[in-house]
């Protein structure tokens, strides 16, 4: 299947949860370096539990079509559950085929997300290779 | 040699792949090019210099004939003012790092301009952070060249120790003026630094003609290989720097506690040097140098002209830079409303047609213009017409995807 999926262009094309929370319990910013993409994401956190998610940013379709996938299944995660969302999670809701070139826009989402979290549990963040793992080793 | 076109383009075996528009980033090699390292791996590879036997010797002469090409194609007064780096990002690292370092105080301030690369930008940036000098910015004027009236001022306040400038943009395709900003800096008693990375496979280099003071560039945009560079620099201002990297090759005696240093070019290749990255580069230059640049540059010119028409014709798609195509050479960038540049990029090269996205080592260019990224197009000599027009039905393709 094609990356360019209706899915993914309709997300690029209407972004969900793109706005801003009054008073984010944490709020983080992270960039592809590579390309200069950039998004912020906002948390509402109460009990643990992701109350609400709103990201602002800029980029290509598939760093901006993740994210707005992404938020969507966020609200009503635990902290816990959140943290533990890998990037195969994520490739299965982007739902095509991600090219070695593409990863970190792809990913761009979940490396923001994590760290969001890593502040919001007094952590140190994690770093783009903590991220994406071996699997930017790996060849297509 | 005649140009015949249709010949250059079969001496580049990898334009089978796609259609290449990246040159800009890194050129692609002749056979011949590519055959000249194999052939020296195979019958001449040894360390240069001391070595007391006969490949030794191949190597050393091998490498020394590789300085002297170089000497010719800029038109250095003598092969000992050639230094082989490892690019131009090197290259103009080294000047900041020694002349800079030794030269430049609180009053004193180093002039570059919106054109610039990265490479020519960051090296200058350190150098204010550790030494306290300034580092002061041209802007560009209406025709998106370096505005020379602003020029003029920097250059008036008296303070200005080196102007450090492109030959030619690696995101507009605009060349500067040279040896009028050459003119005038050394009118005002700074010194001049080229960055010539993209102007070198484009366009003639005198260094005696335009007595530029330094001139950076890198091998492998010039159809030679990765890993070498060339740093030139008037004799006695290499003579009096230090050195930069240190170690094996350049000394001329070590003891205990201090060291002399090999006299030029010596004294600044520290390491093994690119051996056979240097016989490649030697091979490119005679290459290139079969040809007239006259009939070069008309060939490139008319991609370029043909690249602006074709490209003007797609709606929502503004060129950064001149409006006018005469004054782009060698690449040009763009942008098209509602698609980004790497979306953009990435689709017209699954149809086969190889540019590149991102800010391409231009952020404050890119600042200028308010946007955080584009897609360039750039040429070189095995480019044909044919190449252009397959841009715009690319181009379309993914303008409907968005749509």
Request: with cysteine.
């Amino acid at each position: 299947m094609d990356l360019y999926a209706e899915n993914i262009l309709d997300h690029f094309k209407s972004p969900r949860n793109r706005g801003e929370i009054k008073d984010p319990t944490v709020e983080h910013e992270e960039l592809n370096l590579s390309c200069g993409d950039k998004i912020t994401i906002q948390l509402a956190i109460e009990n643990d539990v992701i109350k609400e998610s709103q990201w602002k940013g800029s980029g290509c379709a598939i760093s901006i079509g993740a994210m707005s996938i992404l938020s969507e299944e966020l609200e009503g995660k635990s902290v816990e559950e959140a943290s533990a969302l890998s990037i195969d999670d994520v490739k299965k809701l982007l739902g095509v085929p991600i090219s070695q070139r593409r990863l970190k826009c792809a990913m761009l989402c979940l490396h923001t997300l994590k760290n969001a979290l890593h502040s919001f549990k007094h952590e140190d963040t994690q770093s783009w290779t903590e991220t994406i793992g071996q699997e930017e080793m790996k060849n297509e | 040699m005649s140009f015949n076109h249709s010949d250059i383009r079969l001496q580049f075996p990898i334009l089978k792949k796609g259609t290449y528009l990246d040159s800009a980033a890194t050129a692609q090699k002749p056979q011949v090019v590519i055959d000249s390292m194999k052939h020296f791996y195979e019958t001449e590879n040894a360390n240069v210099h001391r070595g007391m036997h006969m490949l030794s010797e191949k190597a050393t002469t091998a490498f020394e004939e590789a300085r002297t090409s170089v000497q010719k194609f800029i038109n250095a007064k003598s092969a000992e003012e050639i230094i082989f780096t490892s690019g131009s990002t090197e290259g103009i690292n080294l000047v900041a790092k020694t002349w800079g370092k030794e030269n430049l105080g609180e009053e004193d301030s180093v002039l570059i301009t919106l054109l610039e690369h990265h490479s020519n930008i960051t090296p200058w940036i350190q150098l204010k952070d550790e030494n306290d000098c300034a580092v002061e910015w041209v802007e560009l004027d209406q025709n998106e060249n370096i505005d020379i009236t602003q020029l003029d001022k920097h250059l008036a306040n008296g303070n200005v120790k080196l102007v450090a400038i492109t030959g030619q943009s690696n995101v507009t395709g605009v060349r500067t003026p040279l040896k009028e900003i050459i003119n005038k800096t050394h009118e005002a008693g700074a010194l001049a630094l080229v960055d010539a990375a993209q102007l070198s496979a484009h366009h003639p280099i005198d260094v005696q003609d335009l007595e530029c003071d330094f001139l950076v560039l890198s091998g492998h945009k010039l159809y030679g290989p990765t890993g070498i560079g060339v740093l030139y620099g008037k004799r006695e201002l290499l003579e009096s720097m230090p050195p930069f990297l240190t170690g094996g090759g350049m000394i001329k005696e070590v003891k205990r506690d201090h060291f002399t240093c090999a006299a030029i070019p010596t004294k600044f290749e520290a390491g093994t040097p690119p051996i056979a990255q240097a016989v490649g580069l030697r091979t490119a230059i005679d290459w290139l140098l079969q040809f007239n640049w006259e009939d070069i540059e008309a060939h490139e010119r008319s991609l370029i002209e043909k690249s602006f028409s074709e490209l003007r014709k797609i709606e929502g798609l503004t060129i950064l830079g001149p409006s006018d195509p005469k004054n782009i050479s060698g690449c040009l960038s763009f942008v098209i409303d509602g698609i980004h540049p790497h979306d953009l990029t990435d689709i017209i090269g699954q149809k086969g047609v190889f540019m590149r996205a991102g800010h391409h080592c231009a952020q404050p260019l890119h600042e200028h213009y308010g946007i955080p990224a584009s897609t360039r197009l750039s040429i070189g000599i095995y480019n044909n017409g044919e190449d252009i027009e397959k841009i715009t039905p690319a181009i379309q393709e993914a303008i409907k995807i968005f749509s």
